[in-house]
């Protein structure tokens, strides 16, 4: 909570307080009150604390009635009644500071420091993307976080700069009409030291690559890359530019995310509740074949209707992360970053991304043979080449709670549950054979759940928008199953994942066994599984032929 938060609600009281006891001759403690309620507004607001404004109109009615004298002149029940009316508003001005807390980052739980920097890089062989300049080059920003030697005197960062507070962060806000929705977050401190020197004697530290959510950015998950750097990981993440929120560069160049998927975004069912049909059917179908043939179908029709999501944004994000990568191992890098990337494994890395950035991380390990494990947090497939196909690295697919996802759109309990990754990352005939496949749901969170903003929000918002299950608790378990899969994948720890994280987190983190899917497909006839090959490879070719530059096994 921050201080003005405090001071102001114990100003509202007094002020409260003194509108019903202080002797009408004597209301220099209204007065006072009312004047550091309005005082406290200002320099709230002035700090992107919105939420102040509630506040500032009680102070302002409250000093304008006492000016004219109503407070005095008015009877006795006339004085009860506007004395029940500002302590509605009171309340609800204190109700709105509770409801969008200001918290700091939870601490990470490793014994090494957090270091952060932030820089840019530029793939000049690729002009034009998303962009109505056909000679611009693909610009692309990218925040690292490492483990550090914590530097004396200095605070961590807050969690947002003025450039991301200005312009990155209000673009969440123009999606529904109200732009400063999220600038209190800048408040928040981070665990985050900027510029901060590596840890001395740093080698082949264990290197993680990480996509956001669609037209989210590059900071959104800045508690789970805390969480691995303190542990020893280098953690690259990556802003799609165009595709994300406002991305300001370092010499304050601002790429606006572009209208078109601003527009889409507001013409989406999904936003309003709603599954398109084809989509329905692929998750209330209820046999296994009705649902994948849905699945293929509505994969085909965004295909036709050239939607940007999978003809544009699936290929361009997975060249994003290849060319960064390629960058970093042959150290193409600024200065400011070439120690960091020296100390980095860069030839057997983890990929990971939430929501969009999981399909993309998924697509990434199936083309670069540099792929090591990847994380999937609660992303669908919109590149479809993992569709029953074997991955053949170690996957942690992690699930938002699919009943709540069900109940988001309004399907009801009969039908048969499905993720959104059954027919991914595993042929049929293999699905739920492999060891080193790992299916967790996590009961109680919603997808917003899975990321830094549900420490922003309390009940009962954060019920609505992020599940029951409190956001440190969710934050948690996915912090330790992650760091707990790239352990046991990337540094060969002798760890009992998943054991001692299903223990810990008992009754809120469960398996998700996708075995149904062997049983259903060894069910078929061979000219059934024929038909379903057939299709899934109609498909993927439709990909080859709709996709601007798809990339190739790297």
């Keep these: 909570m921050l201080l003005t938060d405090l001071i102001l609600t114990i100003a509202l009281l007094i002020m409260l307080s003194s509108w019903f006891f202080t002797v009408p001759k004597n209301n220099k403690w209204l007065w006072m009150s009312v004047m550091a309620v309005i005082g406290i507004c200002i320099w709230s607001i002035a700090e992107d604390r919105w939420q102040a404004w509630s506040g500032l109109i009680v102070g302002v009615v409250v000093a304008s009635g006492l000016l004219a004298g109503q407070r005095f002149n008015h009877s006795r029940i006339r004085m009860q009644i506007s004395g029940f009316c500002i302590s509605l508003t009171v309340l609800l001005s204190i109700a709105v500071l509770w409801l969008f807390p200001i918290p700091d980052l939870p601490k990470p739980s490793g014994p090494h420091a957090v270091g952060v920097k932030t820089f840019e890089l530029v793939d000049h062989n690729r002009l034009g993307v998303f962009t109505q300049n056909k000679a611009e080059p693909r610009r692309l920003l990218i925040r690292v976080w490492y483990p550090a030697t914590r530097p004396q005197h200095q605070a961590p960062q807050p969690y947002l700069s003025a450039d991301e507070t200005q312009y990155t962060i209000r673009g969440i806000g123009e999606f529904i009409g109200f732009s400063p929705l999220f600038t209190y977050m800048r408040n928040a401190q981070t665990?985050?030291?900027?510029d901060a020197p590596l840890?001395?004697?740093a080698s082949q530290l264990p290197t993680v690559f990480f996509s956001h959510g669609y037209a989210s950015s590059l900071g959104w998950n800045?508690?789970?890359?805390?969480?691995?750097?303190?542990?020893?990981?280098?953690?690259y993440s990556i802003q799609h530019t165009h595709d994300a929120l406002p991305t300001v560069f370092a010499d304050h160049t601002i790429a606006d995310t572009d209208p078109e998927l601003i527009a889409a975004a507001r013409k989406s069912s999904i936003g309003a509740g709603i599954l398109?049909?084809?989509?329905?059917?692929s998750f209330t179908a209820h046999s296994i074949s009705e649902q994948l043939i849905a699945h293929v179908d509505g994969a085909m029709e965004m295909l036709s209707?050239?939607?940007?999501?999978?003809?544009?944004?699936?290929?361009?994000?997975?060249?994003?992360?290849?060319?960064v990568h390629d960058q970093l191992q042959h150290s193409v890098v600024p200065s400011s970053v070439h120690s960091i990337v020296a100390a980095s494994n860069l030839t057997r890395t983890g990929e990971m991304g939430l929501s969009f950035g999981g399909s993309v991380s998924g697509a990434v390990c199936m083309l670069d043979s540099r792929c090591g494990a990847v994380v999937n947090i609660d992303g669908g497939d919109f590149h479809y080449l993992p569709v029953n196909a074997d991955l053949g690295k170690p996957l942690l697919m992690l699930h938002s709670d699919i009943d709540l996802f069900y109940k988001?759109?309004?399907?009801?309990k009969s039908y048969t549950r499905r993720s959104l990754n059954d027919f991914a990352y595993e042929s049929f005939e293999h699905a739920g054979d492999h060891p080193d496949i790992h299916r967790i749901q996590l009961k109680g969170v919603t997808h917003n759940g899975l990321s830094d903003f549900s420490l922003f929000l309390r009940t009962p918002l954060s019920d609505m928008l992020i599940g029951p299950t409190p956001a440190t608790?969710?934050?948690?378990?996915e912090n330790d199953f992650i760091l707990g899969f790239f352990d046991k994948h990337l540094r060969n720890s002798k760890n009992s994942f998943p054991a001692d994280e299903y223990k810990h987190h008992k009754e809120l983190a469960m398996p998700y066994r996708n075995d149904h899917i062997k049983t259903w497909w060894e069910s078929l006839s061979e000219s059934e599984k024929h038909d379903v090959t057939q299709r899934i490879n109609v498909l993927k070719s439709s990909l080859l032929l709709h996709q601007k530059d798809a990339p190739v096994l790297h």
């Excluded at 398109?276 to 059917?281: A, F, L, R, V």
């Excluded at 988001?408 to 009801?412: A, H, K, L, M, P």
């Design 473 to 477: 608790k969710a934050i948690n378990m």
């Design 199 to 201: 840890i001395k004697g």
């Design 408 to 412: 988001s759109f309004g399907i009801e």
């Design 191 to 194: 665990n985050s030291f900027a």
């Design 305 to 323: 209707e050239k939607q940007r999501l999978v003809v544009e944004s699936a290929p361009v994000w997975v060249q994003d992360r290849l060319f």
């Design 222 to 235: 800045t508690v789970l890359m805390e969480h691995l750097a303190s542990h020893g990981y280098v953690i």
């Design 276 to 281: 398109p049909p084809t989509m329905s059917k």
